[in-house]
């Protein structure tokens, strides 16, 4: 009862479309000319469908037709000039809404990117990167519909199907309640088929997004089905995911012919129905054949404009959709308005201390679509799809100060990382603080304390775009030909790369040159295809901050991948600058071996610091994440 009298009170859903609708021209900010435009556009149409018509009629109904030969070329005339008039609206129209639409999904592209852009890191990375693609691009083609201009002629048909009704009840009520009568036997027959499309179409779609999925996901653990030999194994499930696929695609097209048929059908025996019972009024002198032309030409029209309002609702359900789920983007927190500036800005950060923090990840964001069969239902999850918040850190208190470089260990899945994320800003601590020279983070502008702020992980993130524009992505007032940048390419084994690189440019160079054609504008450039191992793209990211010269640095896993030398290269580099607060975070003992302060993690929590020999003697943490490896390195040392 609760549930209906909301329905009641919201006007079955009317009022909720209404709002929305209003609330997406607030966001599109749409030209009102166009709307206009496309007002009178559709009233200079509707009137030449009304003027042929009664014409028509009236012409059959006089004896002989003796005066079609002087009316004809008037009627032609206004016919020919309302067209002209409505043509020349018609290509006015195209052109402001073909640039009117380009300009409003620019703008609400590059609006929706700057929320996610800026929007606090566990916002956002709840979601894979698709989602957010999909959302900024896909949605915002969906909104096409809710424009006004575009709602002006897509719900027109509403307006003249009304029209042209009261036409039809004028010229003959005994005809219009026959259409009445029969009409929805087609629609519904209609109706039903498509529903049942639609459904089939759904589960096609599921089932080739599915097979879509798990091919990227085996293609992308490839080395791992080679080793286990399980190729054929693989294609043996593809081949049954692509049977499924086949055979709801045979559904499909099955039920797209009936749906044909049924269209046919209704097209034709509902029209003869109509007109057999029109005949029959003529027979009994209650209807002229003149009236009957009229009344044919009335209803054709009026189902046209009732179907084409069909289908437009259905667009402006699509995009109302769109816009709710665009509206979980927009109200997408904005970071970089919290705080307040950071105190000595162009000076260096001296201190970092952590105290009692705790953070936990959020749970799983919940499908945002419906449950099938469930239009409109929100989808709750069962008992095994709810999670609960998993902590990572539990009171956490550290001490960072410059010139005392330190490095984090401890097992894998204790928080390493996740630490590394909160000194950077990137996560805010659920209980506890982070203070930067004595002010609390969240005080803080969070952009201006980043640019002060240097962090290397293992993954080694790269954009997709050429050597020098990753290299120089962070660097002000360095060129590509700046000794110091040469240096470091040469001391970090990067010449290589930059080489690989100038190879490409000059294919690509001679490609134009010889007449290829370039599918970019001018103005645009391709993404470059830098071609890297995991080992240079840890050097790649590491010279590109170590020319930002930040003064906090964190080193998460980043000399992971190079080899003993390159390793100690890179250290040396950073650690021998007295001016850093660095932190690092490291498996190897190598690595760890060259710091003389070592914070130990554990489940969560800060268990001991000290040097490498302080720590070997009392942490027993400590002794079985190094001993393994030290016990590793004892009978080589004892052979050289």
Request: glycine share 8%; hydrophobic share 45%.
């Amino acid at each position: 009862m609760a549930a209906q009298e909301t329905l009641k009170r919201d006007g079955f859903g009317l009022r909720t479309r209404l709002a929305d609708v209003r609330k997406a021209w607030s966001v599109v900010r749409p030209k009102r000319w166009l709307w206009l435009t496309a007002l009178l556009m559709v009233s200079l149409r509707v009137s030449m469908q009304v003027v042929m018509p009664f014409y028509a009629g009236g012409a059959i109904d006089r004896s002989g037709i003796e005066r079609l030969p002087d009316d004809l070329p008037v009627v032609l005339g206004v016919l020919a000039l309302l067209g002209s008039v409505a043509g020349i609206i018609r290509i006015l129209y195209r052109y402001g809404a073909a640039a009117q639409d380009a300009q409003i999904a620019s703008r609400v592209t590059r609006c929706l990117f700057t929320r996610v852009a800026r929007a606090p890191l566990e916002q956002v990375y709840g979601r894979p990167a698709s989602y957010w693609q999909n959302r900024i691009q896909g949605d915002v083609r969906e909104l096409a519909p809710l424009y006004p201009h575009n709602l002006v002629l897509r719900l027109s048909g509403a307006t003249t199907a009304v029209l042209f009704a009261a036409f039809l009840v004028h010229i003959s009520w005994q005809m219009f309640l026959c259409l009445i009568l029969v009409a929805p036997i087609g629609i519904a027959l209609q109706l039903l088929v498509r529903r049942r499309l639609c459904d089939i179409k759904e589960v096609r779609m599921e089932v080739s997004t599915a097979t879509s999925a798990w091919l990227a996901d085996v293609i992308g653990v490839l080395p791992l089905v080679k080793l286990a030999c399980a190729e054929d194994k693989e294609v043996e499930e593809l081949g049954r995911r692509l049977d499924v696929g086949v055979r709801e695609s045979v559904r499909s097209e099955r039920l797209t012919i009936v749906a044909g048929l049924v269209g046919r059908a209704a097209r034709w025996c509902v029209p003869l129905t109509v007109y057999l019972f029109g005949a029959w009024l003529i027979a009994c002198d209650a209807l002229t054949p003149g009236e009957l032309i009229t009344f044919a030409m009335f209803a054709t029209m009026m189902n046209r404009d009732v179907q084409s309002t069909t289908r437009a609702v259905s667009n402006v359900d699509d995009g109302l959709v769109a816009f709710r789920r665009l509206s979980a983007v927009l109200e997408l927190e904005d970071e970089t308005r919290r705080g307040g500036v950071l105190p000595r800005a162009k000076e260096r950060i001296a201190e970092i201390v952590l105290e009692d923090v705790s953070f936990a990840y959020p749970p799983p964001p919940e499908p945002d679509k419906p449950r099938r069969g469930h239009h409109g239902a929100t989808h709750r999850p069962s008992r095994l799809e709810r999670h609960e918040r998993v902590e990572v850190l539990s009171h956490v208190d550290l001490r960072m100060v410059v010139g005392q470089p330190a490095v984090l260990v401890g097992q894998s899945g204790s928080g390493k990382s996740t630490l590394m994320k909160l000194l950077c800003g990137l996560y805010t601590p659920d209980s506890g603080r982070i203070l930067v020279d004595g002010r609390d983070l969240r005080t803080l502008d969070v952009r201006c304390y980043r640019r002060q702020l240097s962090q290397v992980s293992h993954e080694g993130f790269l954009l997709g775009r050429g050597f020098f524009d990753n290299v120089l992505y962070r660097a002000a007032g360095v060129e590509r030909d700046d000794p110091s940048l040469r240096d470091m390419m040469s001391h970090l084994r990067l010449d290589a790369v930059s080489s690989r690189e100038l190879k490409q440019l000059g294919r690509r160079r001679k490609r134009l040159e010889s007449g290829e054609a370039d599918l970019l504008p001018g103005d645009l450039s391709a993404p470059g295809l830098l071609q890297v191992s995991a080992g240079e793209r840890q050097r790649v990211s590491i010279i590109r901050e170590l020319l930002h010269d930040a003064s906090i640095w964190g080193l998460d896993e980043a000399t992971s991948n190079l080899d003993g030398e390159l390793e100690d290269e890179v250290l040396d580099m950073v650690m021998d600058r007295r001016d850093l607060v660095l932190l690092a975070v490291s498996h190897r003992f190598s690595c760890i071996r060259r710091f003389p302060l070592i914070h130990v993690l554990q489940d969560g929590r800060i268990v001991d610091s000290g040097s490498h020999e302080e720590l070997i003697l009392r942490c027993l943490a400590y002794q079985r994440l190094v001993r393994p490896q030290m016990q590793r390195m004892i009978p080589v040392v004892g052979a050289s």
